[in-house]
Antibody, heavy 116, light 113 residues
Framework: EVQLVESGGGLVQPGGSLRLSCAAS????????MSWVRQAPGKGLEWVAN????????YYVDSVKGRFTISRDNAKNSLYLQMNSLRAEDTAVYYC?????????WGQGTLVTVSS | NFMLTQPHSVSESPGKTVTISCTRS????????VQWYQQRPGSAPTTVIY?????PSGVPDRFSGSIDSSSNSASLTISGLKTEDEADYYC????????????FGGGTKLTVL
């Protein structure tokens, strides 16, 4: 059974940093693109970043470029999102998702709140 | 990058059929696959349609997807509505015009009353 479990969310002040993790199991992690998708409170879904199987390609939504870094450790079956210079508008539930031609499996999400 | 526009909300009675539209702002809707995700309150999204009209295993055949090049839109149709279908539905596609970019529609709240 495919499982994706996010962790690392919490309350952080504006300008602060946070590192999210996603532990994957039930499939060959190194064979798939992976993604982060976020959802602000009461709002819709927004794609944040994708990473290729070997980490050689990474893509970001414009609003997080230069502030967020997606990475992975295939030996640990883990996906990460390093978030720096956080802003109030980054407040959201962050989901990790497996990517085929679409986001076929999603984790339950971790809440990031940026507030003073 | 293009945008995907959905109606904010739709409502219909149990047993009836509802269609949710998703209109692409620029470029052809047929250029890239469209997916549909269902999200119930407090839960993560799940896929109900992928690659325009394919249903994942476990999704009932009451759910169907299509694209219409004349209106440059995709549609999700749910027949024989059940109260359990009440949820938010999001369309999603992919833009490769500049750099790879994954696009979601704004979501449609389906009320079954």
């Amino acid at each position: 059974e495919v499982q994706l479990v996010e962790s690392g969310g919490g309350l952080v002040q504006p300008g602060g940093s946070l590192r999210l993790s996603c532990a994957a199991s039930g499939f060959t992690f190194s064979s798939y693109w992976m993604s982060w998708v976020r959802q602000a409170p009461g709002k819709g879904l927004e794609w944040v970043a994708n990473i290729k199987q070997d980490g050689s390609e990474k893509y970001y939504v414009d609003s997080v470029k230069g502030r967020f870094t997606i990475s992975r450790d295939n030996a640990k079956n883990s996906l990460y999102l390093q978030m720096n210079s956080l802003r109030a508008e980054d407040t959201a539930v962050y989901y990790c998702a497996r990517v085929t031609t679409f986001f076929d499996y999603w984790g339950q999400g971790t809440l990031v709140t940026v507030s003073s | 990058n293009f945008m995907l526009t959905q109606p904010h909300s739709v409502s219909e009675s149990p047993g009836k059929t509802v269609t949710i539209s998703c209109t692409r702002s620029s470029g052809s809707i047929a250029s890239n696959y469209v997916q549909w995700y269902q999200q119930r309150p407090g839960s993560a999204p799940t896929t109900v349609i992928y690659e325009d009209n394919q249903r994942p295993s476990g999704v009932p055949d009451r759910f169907s997807g299509s694209i219409d090049s004349s209106s440059n839109s995709a549609s999700l149709t749910i027949s024989g509505l059940k109260t359990e279908d009440e949820a938010d539905y999001y369309c999603q596609s992919y833009d490769s015009s500049n750099h790879p970019y994954w696009v979601f529609g704004g979501g449609t709240k389906l009320t079954v009353l």
